[in-house]
């Protein structure tokens, strides 16, 4: 029997469970010059008060925008420890290699890699392999993984290597997502979102400020005219949610798990947060969740209720902070 339960997680999700814990990195010395000042070539970005100029703002506009790398967090600053100049935004660092050809003079950062998810998953196993490569696999022998299903189609539409980099894991679960690691980015299969937005990027760069340095000065929002901080007030809440299990039984306990940005893709700690679970047999309401802390992160576990096997159970997520209210919404699946 429980070889069997197996089975059918494994044709629901199409996800292989892996667990770890990625090491601990040292904080590597970042010298850098100022920022550089705005000029006639760039925009800037009232979400995170940073500017984007030049062969940075062209390659951000060509390669993808906002969904692909999110706003600029940091100003174009010289980085002494890389010796580029670069830029960082919420899942990318551009770099400029102005020796490179055309149109390689715009790398991005293996972020992936230097967080050590270059070593941290095992190569494909051979029957994950496909016999050729097609439009719902494709192996790479480069890193030894395979892409499939839409996670390639979505790595072919969106720059692919260039983009991405070569694959370093299989789509597995975690975190209650379905995800699948690259060498510059992180990819998340959210079901619940309408066609078109069900995979987005992980915001790498917040997990990589975690653990390296980088100058404190290039951080710091400016003003359009190039000093001051901006409005920091919240005006906007951007609300997203996950389950731990998007497969389960039908007993139990459930996860949710609740993130909570600004208009500025900043986190925003204090939200309250309430979610009506609606099973066939009627609503559970739940308001006991914790304040979001600092990270913007709540959660809140509950027991399952009995419900017909194969039929979604919706959970609507309400999020009030300081007068402003948003909703989201998560499903998970009871099947044995």
Not at 33 to 45: I, K, L, R, V
Not at 71 to 97: C, I, N
Request: hydrophobic share 35%; net charge negative; with cysteine.
């Amino acid at each position: 029997m429980r070889s069997r339960k197996s089975l059918w997680i494994l044709v629901l999700t199409m996800a292989v469970l892996v667990s770890g814990v990625s090491a601990t990195y040292p904080r590597p010395p970042s010298a850098a010059t100022e920022p550089q000042s705005p000029g006639a070539d760039c925009e800037y970005f009232t979400e995170t008060g940073h500017w984007v100029c030049d062969e940075f703002l062209d390659y951000f506009e060509t390669r993808g925008g906002l969904e692909i790398f999110g706003y600029p967090l940091t100003e174009a600053y010289v980085d002494a420890r890389l010796g580029l100049k670069v830029q960082y935004f919420q899942r990318a660092r551009m770099e400029w290699h102005p020796g490179n050809p055309d149109p390689y003079k715009v790398l991005l950062g293996l972020l992936a890699d230097e967080l050590g998810y270059d070593t941290k998953f095992p190569p494909a196993r051979p029957e994950q392999i496909p016999a050729l490569n097609n439009n719902l696999h494709h192996y790479f022998p480069e890193t030894r993984h395979v892409v499939s299903y839409a996670f390639l189609d979505y790595f072919r539409e969106h720059g692919g290597i260039d983009i991405f980099g070569y694959p370093r894991s299989e789509f597995m679960v975690e975190g209650g997502l379905i995800v699948q690691y690259f060498q510059r980015a992180r990819m998340e299969w959210h079901p619940e979102n309408p066609p078109g937005s069900q995979m987005l990027l992980t915001n790498l760069v917040e997990e990589y400020l975690d653990r390296f340095l980088i100058p404190e000065g290039v951080l710091k929002p400016v003003g359009e005219g190039g000093a001051g901080l901006i409005d920091t007030s919240v005006t906007r809440l951007d609300v997203s949610a996950s389950v731990r299990n998007v497969i389960t039984g039908r007993q139990g306990v459930q996860t949710v798990f609740v993130y909570v940005t600004d208009q500025r893709q900043q986190p925003v700690e204090g939200a309250n947060v309430k979610m009506v679970v609606h099973y066939p047999s009627g609503d559970q309401t739940y308001d006991r969740f914790n304040p979001t802390n600092a990270s913007g992160f709540t959660h809140f576990s509950f027991d399952i209720l009995p419900a017909p096997p194969g039929r979604k159970v919706v959970i609507d997520i309400t999020v009030t902070y300081q007068g402003l209210t948003s909703t989201t919404q998560a499903f998970f699946l009871p099947w044995w």
